[in-house]
């Protein structure tokens, strides 16, 4: 398929980070809010909020982060950006979209942990109100905080899940902060009833996969270090456990340092349930449609394929099941003339 029918082909996607991928208006609009100086053009702005070339790992890909965290600080600001991401995602035909943000970085102006993330909800509402898509929030934790950090924001947004807010996440820095050192927060968040999804099998480590498997997490996001490990990713079938791909991302933080340490084949042969993701639009240099073209490019990914990976999105989506049907309904008709 050419990238114009990709581009208009109905889309789902789990795993999309609203600090990572603001559109450059957006920042622009954001930092003069605020009265911060950006460079003059949209080069230059972006080589600061773009993953460096030449990023070795996830932490340095995660330095990009830093650039916009302070845009993010009023009410209006996390509005305005929940907005644009959800603009971004709805002029690629992408149907049902899942954000995620972490509401601790949002505190330095002195927003609280509930505020932050009703800020967000209410930039979804609008994005639907304006375009036809179904935005949810995902509200994450962050690895390298102490486990308190992170029960004390469950603890306060939990209150807010229902229709707009769906769900929780883990991500930040792997490395140091594998997946076993988080489950105290991890059961907290279970406890109280937060569908969640995990980062995890971002920097060579399958054994925070297992972890994040062994705890009862139906999701998995990235779960890249499974590509050479058949019993894992054996348990990922058998449990059911939905993988949330991120191609280009785990290019650039070296996850996967070729297409072929990139576990797609092995998970597609298998028979897992795998989705399509773009991770961060603005940090990755991504879309989803170009993300579905790299899949063309690299595997010989087909239209009958894509289909099956954005059924597997909406099974998995933290959603009730008369939104799934009509999402379902939406997406046959689509891609009937391409299967
Ligand atoms: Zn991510």
Redesign the pocket.
């Known amino acids: 398929m050419d990238f114009q029918t990709l581009h208009q082909l109905s889309k789902t996607e789990l ?1 999309c ?1 609203l600090d990572g991928s603001l559109s450059l208006s957006c920042i622009r609009q954001l930092a003069k809010m605020i009265d911060r100086k950006l460079p003059a053009t949209d080069n230059e702005l972006r080589r600061l909020v773009q993953a460096p070339a030449d990023s070795e790992n996830l932490g340095d890909y995660l330095k990009a982060f830093d650039f916009v965290a302070p845009l993010l600080q009023t009410k209006k600001a996390l509005q305005l950006a929940a907005y644009d991401v959800v603009e971004q995602a709805a002029e690629e035909n992408v149907r049902y979209i899942e954000i995620r943000f972490a509401p601790v970085f949002s505190l330095a102006g002195g927003l609280s942990l509930v505020e932050a993330t009703q800020a967000v909800i209410e930039g979804l509402h609008q994005g639907m109100a304006t375009y036809d898509i179904m935005a949810k929030a995902l509200v994450c934790g962050m690895r390298q905080l102490p486990n308190t950090d992170n029960q004390t924001m469950f603890k306060a947004t939990a209150p807010l899940l229902g229709s707009t807010l769906v769900g929780g996440d883990f ?1 930040g820095n792997e490395a140091d902060f594998p997946t076993n050192v988080c489950a105290p927060a991890i059961k907290t968040a279970q406890s109280l009833g937060v569908p969640l999804t995990f ?1 995890a099998g971002e920097c060579h480590c399958p054994q925070n996969i297992a972890e994040t498997v062994r705890l009862g997490i139906p999701r998995i ?1 990235h779960a890249t270090a499974c590509f050479d490990q058949p019993a894992l990713i054996e348990k990922i079938v058998e449990t059911g456990t939905t993988v949330e791909l ?1 191609l280009t991302s785990n290019l650039q933080t070296k996850a996967a340092r070729t297409l072929a340490e990139f576990p797609y084949q092995a998970l597609k042969k298998a028979g897992a349930k795998i989705t399509i993701n773009t ?1 961060n639009r603005t940090v990755s240099n991504t879309t989803l449609t170009q993300e579905y073209q790299r899949y063309q490019q690299a595997f010989g990914t087909t239209a009958a394929d894509f289909l099956a990976f954005n059924l597997n999105a909406i099974d998995a989506a933290f959603i009730p099941d008369a939104d799934k049907k009509s999402l379902r309904d939406q997406l046959h008709q689509d891609y009937a003339t391409y299967c």
């Open positions: 795993h980070h991500a980062h996001g991120c991770d």
